[in-house]
């Protein structure tokens, strides 16, 4: 940040001129956060600290842990990205943090980085912690960015890690198979700490990392399980059990990894515990999110084949007469695939410019392009003109489904909505 400029004054000031200050978006590495945090004294936020990384899942596990721990403990958590506001990425009990704590965050910052450059999510990587220690959270959920071994909340020394899920994604900076991911995942195990892994089909490299790591590795379907009878759960870690309904929009294993990270903590956890996390969960907005309208509507802000997988199998599940397909997505996004994946779900298409939402957005002409769509089909200028076609058409037993990335979400998703 130019100290030729003058000091920022509110929170937009801030993220304008962080999004402009650093040479690159993304720069992987801990040695400039490192050092800032060292100078701020933030590398332990709070008496014990969970990180959760992985491809996808890691939004509702940080949900689903903060249900968990909130009753007992004051819970600090920070996730990225946000659908609306910024706010939404550092939460304290449950509450996004005001413009002006985040200012003063900033501003700490600041003072402290010298002529050290960070990138944006540094920034709020840094601010995220300094609130946490600030308010005396007990227990930081960390939710890590990108990978884990570089990413920047990895200058935390996890109590508990968590690698909720892996795949491809990132994969100019993480590899391009799910073995060299899963090393880069596992950063964020420590010696002689839990390190868990929610994903059935793991790439070895993950219980290898974290054996050269010498933490303590417990994966799902060997170390615990979640398994269904009826309308009921039971969840298992060793000798113990816990018998729970089962709840809607909550994936099983999801709930299993989150319970027994938590256990790790030294938490006692109760079916009438996991019932309020997972309704803390349901309300994380776009996470396959169904609105029982009609036609109904869902959002979904996967972006990956994995996440794209689990929407698929979602609408497969479901009878509708006809599936209408709002997409707008990202130039790094692997289009291709997700666009094989629901081939057999979608009866419509609409694909929406990204391009004036976000420098990183297709336009709709180049998504329909890489989508295999005819070149005489229609396309859309903005995600509001596509999703108001899609309303337009369908009838009142189908469905319109809104994907591709969370910008596509946030530009249809009501905030008001709840």
């Given at each position: 940040?130019?100290?030729?400029?003058?000091r920022?004054?509110t929170?937009?000031?801030?993220?304008?001129?962080?999004?402009?200050?650093?040479?690159?978006?993304?720069?992987?590495?801990?040695?400039?956060?490192?050092?800032?945090?060292?100078?701020?004294?933030?590398?332990?936020?709070?008496?014990?600290?969970l990180?959760?990384?992985?491809?996808?899942g890691?939004?509702?596990?940080?949900?689903?842990?903060?249900?968990l721990i909130?009753?007992?403990?004051?819970?600090?958590?920070?996730?990225?990205?946000?659908?609306?506001?910024?706010?939404?990425?550092?939460?304290?009990?449950?509450?996004?943090?005001?413009?002006?704590?985040?200012?003063?965050?900033?501003?700490?910052?600041?003072?402290?980085?010298?002529?050290?450059?960070?990138?944006?999510?540094?920034?709020?990587?840094?601010?995220?912690?300094?609130?946490?220690?600030?308010?005396?959270?007990?227990v930081?959920?960390?939710?890590?960015?990108?990978?884990?071994?570089?990413?920047?909340?990895?200058?935390?020394?996890?109590?508990?890690?968590?690698?909720v899920?892996?795949?491809?994604?990132?994969?100019?900076?993480?590899?391009?198979?799910?073995e060299?991911?899963?090393?880069?995942?596992?950063?964020?195990?420590?010696?002689?700490?839990?390190?868990?892994?929610?994903?059935?089909?793991?790439?070895a490299?993950?219980?290898?990392?974290?054996?050269?790591?010498?933490?303590?590795?417990?994966s799902?379907?060997?170390?615990?399980?979640i398994?269904?009878?009826?309308?009921?759960?039971?969840?298992?870690?060793?000798?113990?059990?816990?018998?729970?309904?089962?709840?809607?929009?909550?994936?099983?294993?999801?709930?299993?990894?989150?319970?027994?990270?938590?256990?790790?903590?030294?938490?006692?956890?109760?079916?009438?515990?996991?019932?309020?996390?997972?309704?803390?969960?349901?309300?994380?907005?776009?996470?396959?999110?169904?609105?029982?309208?009609?036609?109904?509507?869902?959002?979904?802000?996967?972006?990956?084949?994995?996440?794209?997988?689990?929407?698929?199998?979602?609408?497969?599940?479901?009878?509708?007469?006809?599936?209408?397909?709002?997409?707008?997505?990202?130039?790094?996004?692997?289009?291709e695939?997700?666009?094989?994946?629901?081939?057999?779900?979608?009866?419509?298409?609409?694909?929406?410019?990204?391009?004036?939402?976000?420098?990183?957005?297709?336009?709709?002409?180049?998504?329909?392009?890489?989508?295999?769509l005819?070149?005489?089909?229609?396309?859309?200028?903005?995600?509001?003109?596509?999703?108001?076609?899609?309303?337009?058409?369908?009838?009142?037993?189908?469905?319109?489904?809104?994907?591709?990335?969370?910008?596509?979400?946030?530009?249809?998703?009501?905030?008001?909505?709840?």
């Amino acid at each position: 940040m130019s100290d030729s400029h003058a000091r920022p004054d509110t929170l937009d000031d801030w993220l304008s001129r962080q999004l402009a200050a650093h040479p690159t978006e993304i720069e992987l590495g801990l040695t400039r956060v490192a050092k800032v945090a060292d100078a701020l004294d933030v590398r332990r936020p709070a008496a014990q600290s969970l990180v959760i990384g992985g491809t996808n899942g890691k939004g509702s596990c940080v949900a689903l842990a903060s249900g968990l721990i909130g009753p007992r403990a004051r819970v600090g958590c920070y996730t990225s990205p946000h659908l609306w506001r910024y706010n939404e990425r550092v939460t304290i009990d449950g509450q996004p943090v005001s413009d002006g704590a985040l200012v003063d965050a900033f501003e700490a910052i600041e003072a402290a980085r010298g002529d050290t450059s960070l990138t944006f999510f540094e920034w709020g990587t840094l601010a995220a912690l300094w609130l946490f220690k600030r308010h005396a959270v007990d227990v930081a959920v960390l939710e890590v960015g990108l990978g884990g071994r570089l990413d920047a909340v990895n200058i935390v020394d996890a109590d508990v890690a968590l690698v909720v899920s892996i795949g491809l994604d990132h994969t100019d900076w993480l590899g391009d198979t799910r073995e060299a991911i899963g090393a880069e995942k596992a950063g964020i195990f420590r010696r002689d700490r839990a390190a868990l892994c929610g994903e059935r089909d793991r790439p070895a490299s993950l219980a290898a990392q974290a054996h050269a790591h010498g933490a303590r590795f417990e994966s799902i379907g060997d170390d615990f399980d979640i398994t269904a009878s009826g309308d009921t759960w039971q969840i298992r870690a060793g000798d113990w059990r816990l018998d729970v309904a089962a709840p809607q929009a909550v994936y099983a294993d999801n709930l299993a990894a989150s319970v027994v990270a938590v256990r790790r903590l030294g938490f006692d956890i109760t079916a009438d515990d996991v019932a309020r996390s997972a309704l803390a969960q349901q309300r994380l907005p776009g996470r396959r999110e169904w609105q029982a309208t009609r036609p109904a509507i869902v959002y979904d802000v996967g972006h990956n084949a994995a996440a794209i997988e689990l929407l698929a199998q979602d609408l497969a599940d479901r009878a509708f007469d006809a599936v209408h397909l709002v997409i707008g997505m990202l130039a790094d996004k692997p289009v291709e695939a997700i666009s094989a994946r629901l081939a057999e779900q979608v009866d419509c298409w609409y694909p929406v410019d990204l391009s004036e939402v976000t420098p990183r957005g297709l336009t709709a002409e180049a998504l329909a392009g890489r989508l295999g769509l005819d070149s005489g089909r229609p396309i859309y200028g903005s995600p509001a003109a596509g999703l108001a076609a899609a309303r337009a058409s369908a009838g009142a037993a189908d469905c319109v489904v809104v994907c591709g990335s969370f910008y596509t979400v946030a530009q249809l998703r009501d905030p008001k909505h709840e």
